[in-house]
Nanobody, 118 residues
Framework: QVQFVESGGGLVQPGGSLRLSCAAS????????MGWYRQAPGKQRELVAR???????NYADSVKGRFTISRDNAKNMMYLQMNSLKPEDTAVYYC????????????WGQGTQVTVSS
């Protein structure tokens, strides 16, 4: 019954910005740490940013200083502000709860495509 719906992706030039949104339902959102993942063509899905229930954040080295993860527990929403985008950021971006994945969940939403190209 859990559902994650990602939105906000699109085509952007290098150096541009995008803001991704994740709407969660069917989950006690406020008690789960959350994360943004991405999967580039031919590559493994990777965790790029994580935010705890209390708002502490961690980032992959590849996006540190450029991406900002945030959440609004009252609205069951999570966001990823992406600045200074690079072609290597091109991927499908997904949101999920890392603890659910660790527990054995294999549910993923549809994701949202981010393409960084001139």
């Amino acid at each position: 019954q859990v559902q994650f719906v990602e939105s906000g992706g699109g085509l952007v030039q290098p150096g541009g910005s995008l803001r991704l949104s994740c709407a969660a339902s069917g989950i006690a959102f406020g008690i789960y740490h959350m994360g943004w993942y991405r999967q580039a063509p031919g590559k493994q899905r990777e965790l790029v940013a994580r935010i705890t229930t209390g708002g502490s954040t961690n980032y992959a080295d590849s996006v540190k200083g450029r991406f900002t993860i945030s959440r609004d527990n009252a609205k069951n929403m999570m966001y990823l502000q992406m600045n200074s985008l690079k072609p290597e950021d091109t991927a499908v971006y997904y949101c999920n709860a890392p603890s659910r994945l660790d527990y054995g969940s294999n549910y993923w939403g549809q994701g949202t495509q981010v393409t960084v190209s001139s």
